[in-house]
């Protein structure tokens, strides 16, 4: 084995080992951090989520005061239409609102919005979820009538075996969702699997809804690489929201959301190829400046063992211990 090979074999076990040793732990900080990025993603979909679900529960507690009064004016129908017109009126978030009786079917409407006159009678007693609905199982779900503005139903059943029905407009809740901004290229979004909902405030990303379908379908929160008709690919998180179907989304880019951990990957890779690029001219530096005196004194040597007496070196081109032994070795020859 060369001294050159000697030498680059030391350099990196001495430079190199420790780095390559620091690149593994590298990998698993890449890999240990963007999960916790994703983690955060999906903490703050579930914030939302859980903010959705909190507007909603107040406004089912609005409906059951309305449950309240139609027992005590039961048979008094003008004083209970005026009493769910007022709640109509003084709660912006409810749109229409009406009475069911047991079998499913309007007995009394609010006739204050828009919404009651598209809608028609009101008759759920075909609806698949009417047999299982109690005080533990509300009814709640995305509907759209045409009106600009995200709209859910809610069947709120009563202790007299009755029902209200109540179209909630979410406006207030979407806008303040979906104002949520995250870095330059992401935001909150709030999406079903057919694709992202029209009224999302912030421009939805372009991505399909096949895609989404199948990110959506897989239930497990995290989105490690949601690729859009441009090629690109958002990272993030989503969380269910009380509303069934419906998701609140967490996106960013992933060169964005994970640009301090690459730039950080980057600049290590960087100083590993530099470092192994001085290791190789150092060591061959070195053995050159070892090499160069040895090869004399070897060449000096054969001429002495030769019968050749007459050998002197030159010590001024040499450095250190190389010139005390070239010095000596000139002495030698010379006695």
Not at 116 to 121: D, F, M
Not at 138 to 167: H, K, M, T, W
Not at 248 to 263: D, H, N, W
């Amino acid at each position: 084995m060369t001294l050159f090979s000697r030498l680059f074999k030391l350099f990196i076990s001495v430079i190199i080992t420790p780095l390559f040793v620091t690149g593994v732990f590298l990998f698993y900080y890449q890999n240990h951090s963007k999960t916790a990025i994703l983690e955060n993603y999906f903490n703050l979909a579930d914030i939302s989520a859980s903010y959705i679900k909190r507007n909603i529960s107040d406004s089912a507690a609005r409906l059951d005061f309305l449950g309240q009064a139609a027992s005590s004016y039961e048979g008094q129908s003008e004083i209970f239409e005026n009493i769910l017109n007022d709640s109509v009126k003084s709660n912006p978030e409810i749109v229409f609102a009406a009475l069911l009786g047991k079998d499913g079917k309007e007995l009394f409407r609010s006739e204050v919005n828009d919404a009651s006159r598209i809608l028609g009678q009101i008759d759920i007693s075909g609806d698949p979820s009417f047999g299982v609905i109690d005080d533990k199982n509300i009814s709640i779900s995305y509907v759209d009538y045409s009106l600009d503005r995200p709209l859910i139903e809610i069947i709120y059943p009563l202790s007299n075996g009755n029902y209200i029905f109540a179209v909630l407009d979410l406006s207030g809740v979407w806008y303040s969702v979906g104002t949520q901004r995250l870095g330059v290229t992401g935001g909150l979004y709030l999406a079903s699997e057919e694709g992202f909902l029209d009224f999302n405030v912030l421009p939805v990303p372009k991505i399909s809804g096949g895609a989404l379908s199948e990110v959506l379908d897989k239930g497990k929160g995290l989105i490690k690489g949601l690729p859009t008709e441009q090629g690109d690919k958002f990272v993030g998180a989503y969380a269910q929201t009380i509303i069934p179907g419906i998701y609140v989304l967490a996106l960013q880019y992933g060169k964005e959301a994970f640009y301090t951990i690459t730039l950080t990957s980057w600049i290590i890779a960087f100083f590993i190829l530099a470092t192994t690029t001085l290791s190789y001219f150092a060591a061959y530096n070195f053995s050159k400046e070892i090499s160069e005196p040895v090869d004399r004194l070897t060449a000096a040597a054969k001429e002495v063992s030769s019968g050749n007496f007459d050998v002197s070196l030159d010590s001024s081109e040499s450095w250190g211990e190389f010139e005390i032994l070239i010095n000596t070795f000139n002495e030698m020859a010379a006695r």
